[in-house]
């Protein structure tokens, strides 16, 4: 059974039209969960670290919540270079790596 | 640009063959990660380095091995190449070994087996 679980796999919107992407987990005593944004032949760029159910974050159109079994990344009004795989990722409690999610490739069209 | 550097950023080599991989951690950092990315599997882990030890393991075959040099860069080493074993190699490095680090990557090894 996958630890994190990513939906959907693919999302396409238009621009302008806001969406969330989710990312749920079943690690026990999280100690962090992190978001990453992924272009084509690049590597994880990271977003941002949520470490309590609760807690929110912004970057310009994007937001990402917390709760205890899972995260959403709410996109706002997004423009096509938003376009990109999001990748989702947490940190156990008792381990320094983390466990990546599959990601949800998202592609905003003009 | 994470400061993270990796070469080569493409590879080209027959089954059965060893080849290395090398990565430079962004400066200060102590840590250095491993992963592989392919199309199935999404980002696995491999192995971990901190300050020139091993911290920790993950999916990493007995063929694959991996170092950290007294001047923090890591090298790791692929042998007895199979077809399986294309896919994207990325390194990661972040300041320390503590649960709130941030990991930063580079932009990866694209590896091709034939």
């Known amino acids: 059974e996958d630890q994190v679980t990513q939906s959907p796999e693919a999302l396409r919107l238009q621009e302008g039209e806001s969406s969330s992407l989710n990312c749920s987990y079943t690690v026990s005593g999280l100690r962090g969960l992190f978001w990453y944004r992924q272009d084509p032949g690049k590597g994880p760029e990271f977003l941002f670290t949520l470490y309590s159910a609760g807690e929110e974050k912004e970057k310009e159109r994007l937001k990402a919540t917390l709760t205890k079994k899972e995260s959403f990344l709410h996109i706002t009004a997004p423009k096509p270079e938003d376009s990109a795989t999001y990748l989702c990722?947490?940190?156990?409690?008792?381990?320094?790596?983390?466990?990546f999610g599959k990601g949800t490739m998202l592609l905003v069209s003009p | 640009d994470s400061g993270v550097t990796q070469t080569p950023k493409h590879l080209i080599t027959a089954t059965g063959q060893r080849v290395t991989l090398r990565c430079s951690p962004r400066?200060?950092?102590?840590?250095v990660y491993w992963y592989q990315q392919s199309l199935d599997q999404g980002l696995q882990f491999l192995i971990q380095y901190y300050n020139g030890e091993e911290r920790a393991k993950g999916n990493i075959l007995e063929r694959f091995s991996a170092q950290q040099f007294p001047d923090l860069h890591s090298e790791l080493n692929l042998s007895s190449l199979e077809l399986g074993d294309s896919a994207l190699y990325f390194c990661a490095s972040s300041v320390g070994n503590t649960p709130g680090n941030i990991q930063y990557f580079g932009a990866g090894t694209r590896l091709s087996v034939l």
């Open positions: 400066s200060g950092d102590l840590s």
């Open positions: 990722a947490v940190r156990e409690s008792g381990y320094s790596t983390l466990t």
